[in-house]
């Protein structure tokens, strides 16, 4: 059993930065992948990008050269770095661990970009 808290949601302005944590309740270096997702009002949860144990990333088209993901292994936490938002960015973020084939959620933290 994994379990996820996300952190650092919250409002931003269009063109500002915000930075969301994930902190997982074992050792990430466990975890063959960690992911975040998002989910806006009325559309399908999305992958925002990816990290997997061996530091392999993967980005959305959407997010490319906006946002980077990075994990500590000493806090066991993967932590999303985003800049330049955009309005079309507000949406629920949701932090993902895979192990073992075995898909975990955390409970999702809100980011609302708006002037």
């Known amino acids: 059993q994994v379990h996820l808290v996300e952190s650092g949601g919250g409002l931003a302005q269009p063109g500002g930065s915000l930075r969301l944590s994930c902190a997982a309740s074992?050792?990430?270096?466990?975890?063959?992948?960690m992911a975040w997702y998002r989910q806006a009002p009325g559309k399908e949860r999305e992958l925002v990008t990816s990290?997997?144990?061996?530091?392999?990333?993967r980005y959305a088209d959407s997010m490319k050269g906006r946002c980077t993901v990075s994990r500590d292994n000493a806090k066991n936490t993967v932590d999303l770095q985003m800049n330049n938002l955009k309005p079309e960015d507000t949406a629920v973020y949701y932090c993902?661990?895979?192990?073992?084939?075995?898909?975990?959620w955390g409970q999702g933290t809100q980011v609302t970009v708006s002037s």
């Open positions: 074992i050792a990430i270096q466990s975890i063959n992948s």
């Open positions: 990290i997997t144990a061996g530091g392999t990333t």
């Open positions: 993902n661990a895979l192990q073992r084939g075995v898909t975990f």
